[in-house]
């Protein structure tokens, strides 16, 4: 399976060719979350591949986004709409965890976060009364069953590193997998700790490590 599709249609395609890796034979396609550089390859890629594979992504995905981090408002979003997904893939946008192939689960939306999230200033979506920050409602990650317990693959992690332990451990308790409580051995991915709001506080140095309470050790 893949996860995200980087922002280059062409770059994907080199460097699956460059690895001698055949799009079609993917079984699984999985968005961290909608912005243009984990997306943008995403056309490229579908004419490698044979109609309704399965894309699994959160339910907000085809929510418009923006940026002015240049001075000007942009588009940050998809590059397409939902009658094109529609047309190519089997959608599987939920809020809930969804297995995507076994031992392989998206973690679902991070709606408690009570540690700072990944928040990038001027990134945007609209609202009732022009613009407001993004609250990343689309985040989420992937969970893999390890042979050391449960690892998470991230995107960039928008929600929050500590907030997707937290969504890890809550997604997979007793009632979800009948495993108990399960916090991540391990996290892998980008993470954008050092891109917080200025209020969001706490975790001040990017390269902070998850706390052992954190971590299923």
Known sequence: MLLDTGQSGTVLLHNLDTLQLD?????????????????GGLPALAERLAPGLPLYANADLL???????????????????????????????????????PGVWTTGA???????????????????????????RDDLSLVVEGSAGLIVLCGCCHAGLLNNAGACAAGFSTAHRGCGRRYPSDQRGCCHAGDRRPDAGGMGDPAATLPQSLLGR
Do not use: N
Request: a negative charge.
């Open 110 to 136: 991070i709606t408690e976060r009570p540690y700072p999230g990944g928040y990038v200033p001027r990134q945007e979506i609209r609202a009732s009364a022009g613009y407001a920050p993004d609250p990343y």
């Open 23 to 39: 799009a079609g034979t993917l079984a699984a396609l999985a968005l961290s979350h909608a912005h243009y550089d984990h997306t």
């Open 63 to 101: 929510r418009e986004r923006f940026s002015q981090s240049t001075g000007e408002r942009r588009a940050i979003g998809l590059s397409v709409d939902h009658a094109w997904l529609a047309a190519r893939f089997a959608l599987h946008l939920d809020d809930a965890p969804q297995q995507v192939l």
